[in-house]
């Protein structure tokens, strides 16, 4: 394992805090938001950066400071090492922190926060190069004794020849999947169920990665047969300390990416639970990780599980573990950037109490398979009250940008057992209003209702599987009194206020009322 | 004043007038007693009174139940409203304001005028003039937000116009495809 840039030995407990006083957040959205929070509660100032259709964000506005660091593309603003080291250098910050996606799981940035003598708050760029690599990952849970999913054990460069990699795959055995192995997301994916299949499937996986991640290496893994996606959250300190928390059930997936995620997992029973946190964890310490890290299995239905992959970053499902553990996650990444130990009961993290669920509201229209739907948010009303968390990143009268991940806000539900969490989570739904824009509510609100989902019965393609055979028909069906109602307001808005309702409906909504004033300016 | 609304795809002639502090409001002729409370320029609170029938047996008793519905409009990229009663969203279209676009495909006739529904950039072309496609028949590729998103035929016909070409950006509401 690596030493920290600095010695912690020499000083007592109270002057961790001497260390990271100021943390800029490499981030945007309801994470950068998030982060912002835990910096708050713990005295740290917090500096946001932002791209040009980022200036009137949330986390603009809640940051002590905020740096303007290029265009609204990724690849100009939020992917440019050297612009967010110089607003970290400008703003006197002394912690980078990623949060997820962007620049997090990108080592050579975790290498150029350290040389420019700044912490970053994450694991160590060793480990996240080695974590990144899904072969490397492979092997170092196999010297872990940890079981991985059958399948090739080094990576298919572009020069290995298409005889080869079919004699691989039929040791590996059909159904396969072709995986980057650089990728992530469900990008550079290709499942293939006859040998036939197999070269198309891997020039398709090929060109994708090449595209996505600058690296065309593929491997080969067996599909298993509907598996569960089950993950373990762990806390790693500079002292050798690696702790795992109670599993997140991640099954419900759409396209390979999770929507619903919850806690514990129905499929998980105590007996199970200390294989996995255990396994979890000898893969961390296999590797000398740090900080917060999330361990991700495949779990078949005999409660056989496999190493999938290893994400060396903060979760975005990561709330519903803070509810069930009532530990802070963000805030023992700062501590433990900073040196302090990892001093939480082992046995209290494995221990859920009671249970919690996540749904992502993103910016999407479910009744239109699921198209992005960017805009501005002309209403918003969120849910609270008893158990409810909401995660959200934006507000009433901002645009969701085109450019960045659709999602708007992580909304969470806690309760004593699970019925309580589906029925506390199906009324704060009841309760989220978003208007201006479509988002994935209606959608949530028909899963809740479905008998898999409430008796726990699913797999990680049931929700694709599902989705295929409704063709297309809308999630909330309005009654015939909402019908009614819609009608009946619709009509009293028009009489209540007949000009703002024929401004707004026409072509143009805001920009026009700017242009009418801008001319009423001009004209004076 | 007189409105004519369309709900599900299904128009109702809507008239109110003032009653006190409340309006009376019909609905094809249904009518009822309804309190609205401006909460601010998007959100109405309303309190309707039952009967939700024609009912002069339950009119007649003074007990009638009034019910609560919390309702938010906005318009919509369409030219319509989108009118949340609740957390339930419902497309509305006020007198002769025609939804664009999606009207067109809804109903069974008419040519199918396929638009990018927000700005991105056209990643794949799957038809070109001449092709038949089937309904939910995947016809451009747009990616926007990181995803490449299918734009799919909303029933069976024949392209007859294709406006989209690889690798060029779209505004919102661009028409891409004309199918007949």
Not at chain 1, 472 to 487: K, M, N, Q, T
Not at chain 2, 42 to 62: E, F, G, K, M
Not at chain 2, 100 to 117: E, K, L, N, S, W
């Amino acid at each position: 394992m690596e030493s920290p840039n600095y010695s912690i030995t020499q000083f007592g407990e109270v002057q961790y805090s001497h260390f990271v006083k100021k943390i800029l957040i490499a981030n945007r959205g309801e994470i950068a938001v998030r982060i912002i929070r835990a910096c708050r509660e713990m005295g740290v100032s917090p500096v946001a950066v932002y791209s040009d259709c980022d200036r009137s964000a949330l986390h603009v506005r809640y940051a002590d400071e905020a740096y303007a660091i290029g265009a609204s593309a990724p690849r100009e603003s939020y992917l440019c090492i050297d612009r967010i080291i110089a607003a970290a250098r400008r703003s006197g910050a002394d912690g980078v922190h990623p949060g997820y996606g962007f620049l997090a799981e990108n080592h050579e940035f975790a290498s150029a926060v350290r040389d420019a003598g700044l912490i970053f708050i994450g694991p160590t760029p060793d480990a996240i190069q080695t974590m990144g690599s899904k072969t490397a990952a492979r092997s170092a849970a196999r010297r872990a004794g940890v079981p991985v999913v059958p399948g090739t054990e080094s990576a298919l460069g572009a020069d290995v020849p298409d005889a080869e990699i079919a004699a691989i795959a039929a040791s590996v055995g059909y159904p396969l999947l072709v995986k980057a192995v650089a990728g992530g997301g469900g990008k550079g994916m290709r499942t293939v169920t006859a040998p036939a299949d197999l070269a198309g499937a891997v020039r398709a996986a090929r060109s994708e990665a090449g595209a996505a991640f600058g690296d065309s290496a593929v491997y080969v893994e067996r599909q298993l047969v509907r598996p569960r996606h089950v993950e373990v959250q762990l806390l790693g300190d500079m002292h050798g300390t690696v702790l795992p928390f109670v599993e997140r059930e991640c099954s419900i997936q759409r396209r390979h990416q999770k929507v619903v995620e919850e806690t514990p997992s129905r499929a998980v029973s105590p007996a199970l639970r200390g294989a996995m946190t255990s396994a979890a964890a000898a893969v961390a310490r296999a590797v000398g990780y740090t900080n917060a890290g999330t361990i991700e299995f495949l779990l078949e239905e005999d409660g056989r599980f496999h190493f999938l992959e290893m994400n060396t970053r903060l979760q975005v499902e990561h709330p519903i573990t803070e509810m069930v553990t009532g530990v802070d996650l963000v805030r023992w990444q700062i501590r433990l950037a900073r040196g302090e130990r990892l001093d939480l009961d082992p046995a209290a993290l494995v221990t859920p109490r009671g249970h919690a669920i996540e749904c992502r509201i993103y910016a999407e229209d479910p009744d239109n398979n699921f198209l992005p739907s960017p805009g501005r948010i002309q209403h918003l009303r969120s849910p609270a009250g008893p158990g409810i968390r909401d995660d959200s990143g934006t507000a009433a009268g901002l645009d969701v940008p085109i450019f960045y991940d659709p999602l708007i806000s992580k909304l969470a539900a806690w309760a004593e057992d699970r019925p309580s969490a589906v029925a506390r989570m199906r009324r704060a739904l009841s309760e989220y209003v978003i208007s201006g824009i479509k988002t994935t509510v209606p959608f949530f609100s028909w899963l809740l209702g479905q008998p898999e989902f409430l008796e726990g019965r699913f797999h990680t393609t049931y929700l694709d599987d599902v989705l295929k055979t409704r063709k297309g028909r809308p999630f909330l069906e309005p009654s015939p009194d909402a019908e009614d109602v819609a009608a009946i307001a619709a009509a009293l808005q028009a009489a209540l206020s007949p000009g703002t309702l024929a401004q707004r409906a026409g072509a143009g909504g805001p920009p026009r009322r700017w242009r009418t004033q801008a001319r009423a300016e001009g004209l004076r | 004043m007189r409105y004519e609304v369309e709900v599900g795809g299904r128009t109702r002639q809507v008239a109110l007038s003032r009653v006190g502090d409340a309006f009376a409001v019909t609905v094809d002729g249904r009518e009822w007693r309804v309190d609205a409370a401006r909460i601010d320029a998007q959100t109405l609170s309303l309190l309707v009174d039952s009967p939700w029938q024609n009912d002069t047996q339950a009119a007649a008793n003074a007990a009638t139940r009034r019910i609560s519905w919390d309702v938010s409009i906005a318009p919509d990229l369409l030219g319509g409203l989108t009118v949340c009663v609740g957390a339930t969203p419902v497309g509305v279209t006020l007198d002769s304001r025609r939804r664009r676009g999606r009207a067109a495909d809804a109903g069974g006739t008419g040519p199918q005028r396929i638009v990018a529904p927000m700005p991105g950039k056209v990643v794949r072309v799957l038809v070109g003039p001449g092709d038949p496609v089937r309904a939910r028949q995947p016809l451009v590729v747009v990616e926007a937000m990181k995803m490449e998103n299918e734009l799919r035929a909303a029933r069976d016909g024949t392209v007859t116009e294709m406006h989209a070409r690889e690798g060029t950006s779209v505004d919102a509401g661009a028409l891409l495809v004309v199918i007949q």
